[in-house]
């Protein structure tokens, strides 16, 4: 027997299901929204879908301003197979053992290297890699539409791995603009263009997977992508959806030399300054503040009694700018330019991108009140030095006393002698390092020379406990040692408590 079916429903078979309706008054409302919303994702989705469909007018646009660069220098005997066929290669191998057979091994020969670039101006100037064209006899530059020029270089800086060329041609020449690389976004399209594996002319898409990375160098400011970048991309554009350049591709994070998604480009905010310095002056010309600097710390601000670990701590003040202006050891700078200092990476970038000669104010916090300096900056200098300390009257028999995790002994002229320090050379001497105390754990070793504590000038133990008694009364945690090794200093905090 088959019941009949309530009023109120309505079966419709489907293969072996059924569907079943409400028939309400909240039938109709419910249809209506169910397809307004079915309209609303497949034109969202056709509308993304359009959006990433394709590069291709963007590639076309950009594509005579991207060139490759192969490079040649004379390389003294045979050191591989490179310039015959790229590194990895499976013919590498072929090619080596080939060379040893033909007896090629001790001649001095042509080594070649490929690498990308783009034209930044219609009179030929053109932006790559320092690492691409150094220590290049001859540098060919290869355009999109299948001509080839020389190129020589016009400047070049290590700190960013940026170089200027230029190329002379009768015609005028296909170029791109930089675009400002600080209003990128993480998640925003990028696409890469540039010679992977000597493939030439070569696109990539991928978009913005991080801001602001730093590598190893002082001036770092890298955009990650994981817009595929290979060996050979070196130098190419990174390229944001107007067809600007916000990036030089630059260096890639990989266990086996190949593209895993991890790409970094020098963003172009960096790179245009130093194009700027190399196009008229044929180098940089960064300003330079005159002093060692570290990050504070928590136990750093606590020992100096600052509220936030913030801002640069001057280890020392070698002759130059900052101590014509009266800056000091133990200084904490928290302002420069009426910017404020977050930390001694932002404050290197920032004197470095200040002009030579301009005259700034720097506020420093200074035994807890702030001090305003006026401050004209020099030319940043390869190497500064550490000014002279005055001598030690006396060579008394050296002592040693056990503070705070520490064996330490006044200098003598045996112990200089012992540490190859000067005889300028002034403080405690580190003789030994307890290697559970905290001391040990933020480095100290024995040969360093403690030279202030508190911001005080210790010369003998008396010293060093007047400071730590002074600083328990002021209810401090830790005390703020001056430490040089090698003649090169640093603050280190050590903890008071429960230290006698």
């Not at 570290?294 to 640069?312: E, F, H, I």
């Not at 028999?397 to 995790?405: A, M």
């Not at 100290?444 to 008694?469: H, K, N, P, S, Y």
Request: aromatic residues 6%; proline residues 5%.
């Amino acid at each position: 027997m088959v019941s009949a079916a309530s009023p109120k429903t309505k079966e419709f078979p489907l293969n072996t299901q059924a569907i079943t309706l409400e028939r309400d008054r909240t039938t109709p409302l419910r249809l209506f929204w169910l397809a307004s919303l079915s309209i609303f994702l497949i034109l969202a989705g056709s509308l993304s879908a359009s959006a990433r469909e394709s590069f291709a007018d963007l590639a076309d646009k950009v594509s005579p301003a991207v060139v490759n660069i192969t490079t040649s220098t004379t390389v003294p005997g045979r050191t591989g197979p490179q310039g015959i066929v790229p590194p990895g290669s499976p013919f590498e191998d072929f090619f080596r053992e080939f060379q040893d057979r033909g007896g090629q091994g001790d001649r001095p020969r042509r080594s070649s290297a490929l690498g990308s670039g783009f034209v930044i101006s219609e009179d030929g100037y053109v932006v790559t890699n320092n690492h691409v064209i150094e220590g290049a006899d001859e540098i060919l530059v290869e355009f999109f539409e299948g001509f080839e020029l020389p190129a020589e270089i016009i400047g070049t800086d290590p700190n960013t791995d940026i170089a200027l060329l230029k190329v002379e041609s009768e015609e005028p020449l296909g170029f791109v603009s930089f675009g400002d690389s600080d209003t990128a976004r993480v998640g925003d399209w990028v696409m890469a263009m540039g010679n992977p594996l000597g493939q030439g002319f070569s696109v990539s898409a991928g978009i913005v997977s991080a801001r602001n990375r730093a590598l190893s160098g002082t001036y770092d400011d890298y955009i990650q992508t994981d817009a595929a970048i290979n060996r050979g991309n070196s130098g190419g554009p990174l390229f944001n959806m107007d067809g600007d350049v916000i990036g030089v591709n630059t260096a890639i994070l990989s266990p086996n030399g190949g593209s895993i998604g991890i790409g970094f480009s020098m963003a172009s905010n960096v790179v245009t300054r130093v194009v700027d310095q190399l196009k008229e002056f044929g180098e940089t010309r960064r300003g330079w503040l005159g002093v060692r600097i570290q990050d504070v710390t928590d136990d750093v601000a606590d020992a100096l009694g600052l509220a936030s670990a913030k801002g640069a701590l001057v280890s020392d003040v070698p002759e130059g700018p900052a101590m014509e202006a009266g800056m000091e050891a133990g200084d904490v700078i928290v302002s420069f330019d009426g910017v404020e200092v977050e930390d001694t990476r932002s404050l290197v970038r920032q004197v470095g991108n200040t002009a030579v000669g301009k005259s700034v104010r720097v506020v420093v916090n200074r035994d807890g009140e702030t001090k305003t300096l006026l401050v004209t900056l020099g030319r940043r200098e390869e190497a500064e030095a550490v000014p002279a300390a005055q001598r030690l009257d006396g060579d008394e028999t050296p002592s040693s006393k056990d503070v705070l995790g520490l064996t330490l002994s006044p200098l003598n002229a045996e112990i200089r002698e012992q540490l190859e320090l000067p005889d300028s050379a002034k403080g405690l001497a580190v003789m030994d390092v307890d290697q559970s105390s905290e001391a040990f754990e933020k480095g100290m070793r024995a040969g360093d020379v403690i030279t202030e504590a508190g911001q005080a000038q210790v010369l003998a133990f008396g010293d060093l406990e007047d400071r730590i008694d002074e600083a328990r009364e002021a209810g401090r945690k830790s005390i703020l040692l001056l430490v040089r090794r090698g003649g090169d200093p640093r603050f280190v905090a050590l903890s008071i408590e429960n230290n006698d």
